[in-house]
């Protein structure tokens, strides 16, 4: 079993940024590959980012490609997301996730999940 807890989130105008954290306990994290998730309300949850076992390799959506990047640190268990020239159309509650697939795409793909924080940008 994998524990997550994200933080990191809050309210920040259009153009600024924000860097969310993932901290995981439980079982090796370096076995997992790591994914970020948003969910607007009234909107399917949303791939953001993810990211492979030893960070060698990182996957984007498209519309998050250049503004958002995802990292990990294995030494401290922990997964981010850099979320820059952030949009009010971002505001979401964001998820970490983890699984073994790697680059997966779709939610359901992906076995243990953080409670989320949510991200509010202001126009």
């Known amino acids: 079993q994998v524990q997550l807890v994200e933080s990191g989130g809050g309210l920040v105008q259009a153009g600024g940024s924000l860097r969310l954290s993932c901290a995981t306990s439980?079982?090796?994290?370096?076995?997992?590959?790591m994914g970020w998730f948003r969910q607007a309300p009234g909107k399917e949850r949303e791939f953001v980012a993810a990211?492979?076992?030893?960070?060698?390799?990182?996957y984007y959506a498209n519309s998050m490609k250049g503004r958002f990047t995802i990292s990990r640190d294995n030494a401290k268990n922990t997964v981010y997301l850099q979320m820059n020239s952030l949009k009010p159309e971002d505001t979401a509650v964001y998820y970490c996730?983890?699984?073994?697939?790697?680059?997966?795409?779709?939610?359901?793909?992906?076995?243990?999940w953080g409670q989320g924080t949510q991200v509010t940008v202001s126009s």
């Open positions: 996730a983890g699984g073994a697939n790697e680059g997966a795409r779709w939610w359901t793909m992906y076995d243990y």
């Open positions: 439980g079982r090796t994290f370096s076995n997992y590959n």
């Open positions: 990211i492979s076992r030893r960070g060698v390799n990182t």
